[in-house]
């Protein structure tokens, strides 16, 4: 689903967020990322999104070499991709139900398929009840499930997240763990960035270590 060869991401000012990088996340695989602040996990997501574009080194995301994808093709690649961010980055002046329905509103989706779609995430994330609230006036735990509704709203074959749990005690950060597991269930491919040691290692998943921009270490099936 995502490889790394040799990659790098030098940004303007000579400073290399990630050095000659290599993995490989199998289809239908889960995986986490850590290190210390900086490290570079935030750029290999982006990467991944096409967010960032590579400096050296080729890119493959479901089997197709990105590297050079050009601009007007980056959406349909987006297409497949959940992102999920650790401030939610939510629409405050729209309810929980227009929040997760952007991305089908984007895509051109019919008014009834984006009402079936926006439910079923919902459901899936547990705020079924809750679609037309404000986000503002949500937990952060509720915030985030929304943003992970929006993520998923759009049945991607990979879903990316950064820190999500950064701003959670330890049982939210557990229930929203457990979601992506979940997701994991059914065949999508996961990587969660995080620097929550702990819980990640009660979790049977593979770690990719970041170092100043380098892999330090890669688990078993992501070689």
């Given at each position: 689903?995502?490889?790394?060869d040799?990659?790098s991401k030098r940004y303007?000012?000579?400073f290399?967020?990630?050095?000659?990088?290599?993995?490989?996340l199998?289809e239908?695989a889960?995986?986490?990322?850590?290190?210390?602040?900086g490290?570079?996990?935030s750029?290999?997501?982006?990467?991944?999104?096409?967010i960032e574009r590579t400096?050296?080194?080729q890119?493959f995301?479901?089997?197709?070499?990105?590297?050079n994808?050009s601009?007007r093709?980056?959406p349909y690649?987006r297409?497949?991709?959940g992102f999920?961010f650790?401030?939610?980055?939510?629409?405050?002046d729209r309810?929980?139900?227009?929040?997760?329905?952007?991305?089908l509103?984007?895509?051109g989706?019919?008014?009834?398929?984006?009402?079936?779609?926006?439910r079923?995430?919902?459901?899936?994330v547990?705020l079924l009840?809750?679609e037309k609230l404000?986000p503002i006036?949500?937990s952060?735990g509720e915030?985030?499930?929304v943003?992970?509704a929006r993520?998923?709203?759009?049945?991607?074959m990979?879903?990316l997240a950064d820190?999500?749990?950064?701003n959670?005690d330890?049982?939210?950060?557990?229930?929203?763990?457990?979601?992506?597991?979940?997701?994991?269930d059914?065949?999508?491919?996961?990587?969660?960035?995080s620097?929550?040691?702990?819980?990640?290692?009660e979790l049977?998943?593979?770690?990719l270590?970041?170092?100043h921009?380098?892999?330090?270490?890669a688990?078993?099936?992501?070689?």
């Amino acid at each position: 689903m995502i490889r790394f060869d040799n990659i790098s991401k030098r940004y303007p000012g000579g400073f290399e967020a990630l050095s000659n990088v290599s993995f490989h996340l199998h289809e239908g695989a889960m995986a986490f990322l850590t290190g210390h602040s900086g490290a570079g996990k935030s750029t290999l997501l982006k990467l991944i999104a096409l967010i960032e574009r590579t400096t050296r080194g080729q890119l493959f995301v479901d089997g197709k070499n990105v590297t050079n994808i050009s601009a007007r093709r980056i959406p349909y690649v987006r297409r497949k991709i959940g992102f999920i961010f650790q401030d939610h980055n939510l629409l405050f002046d729209r309810t929980v139900f227009d929040n997760v329905a952007l991305p089908l509103v984007i895509s051109g989706y019919r008014h009834q398929e984006i009402g079936r779609r926006v439910r079923a995430a919902l459901d899936k994330v547990g705020l079924l009840s809750k679609e037309k609230l404000l986000p503002i006036t949500l937990s952060g735990g509720e915030q985030q499930r929304v943003g992970i509704a929006r993520a998923v709203v759009n049945k991607p074959m990979l879903l990316l997240a950064d820190e999500p749990t950064g701003n959670l005690d330890p049982d939210l950060s557990r229930e929203i763990m457990a979601l992506f597991t979940q997701f994991n269930d059914v065949g999508v491919s996961v990587m969660v960035a995080s620097h929550d040691i702990t819980l990640i290692e009660e979790l049977d998943y593979p770690i990719l270590t970041l170092d100043h921009g380098r892999l330090a270490f890669a688990g078993a099936n992501t070689a």
